[in-house]
């Protein structure tokens, strides 16, 4: 039963995961950056990016474990997803706000 919840689980956090670009997110306020301002919005992005280095890295680290992807779910997940979130939604008030330093943000490099 127990191992259940946790399949159940993970299976609700991964479809949680995906990081499309539309306005739904689970974490984070979608008008939590209106009012910020360019140079905000950089310093924001640059505190989110590492956040979310940080924990894919711990995710990593225990993958290679026994019991790895339990502890991604558990421990790591939605962090994750929340960091990715907020990068989203920094991505896109930095885009509506015309932001000079929006269009060589790492996440916008592969685009161009």
């Known amino acids: 039963m127990r191992s ?14 995906s990081v499309a670009d539309n306005a739904m997110t689970i974490f984070a306020d979608p008008a939590k950056y209106q009012y910020s ?29 026994a019991g790895g992807t339990v502890v991604n779910v558990l421990a790591y ?7 990715l979130e907020e990068l989203q939604l920094i991505d896109r008030a930095a885009r509506a706000k015309n932001c000079d330093g929006a269009r060589n943000w790492p996440s916008n490099s592969a685009i161009q």
């Open 77 to 83: 997940k939605g962090d994750h997803v929340a960091a």
């Open 37 to 65: 301002t360019c140079e905000g919005l950089g310093r924001q992005r640059e505190t989110w990016t590492k956040k979310e280095q940080e924990l894919r890295q711990l995710m990593d680290r225990a993958e290679q474990s």
């Open 4 to 17: 259940a919840v946790l399949v159940a689980l993970a299976f609700l956090v991964a479809g949680c995961s």
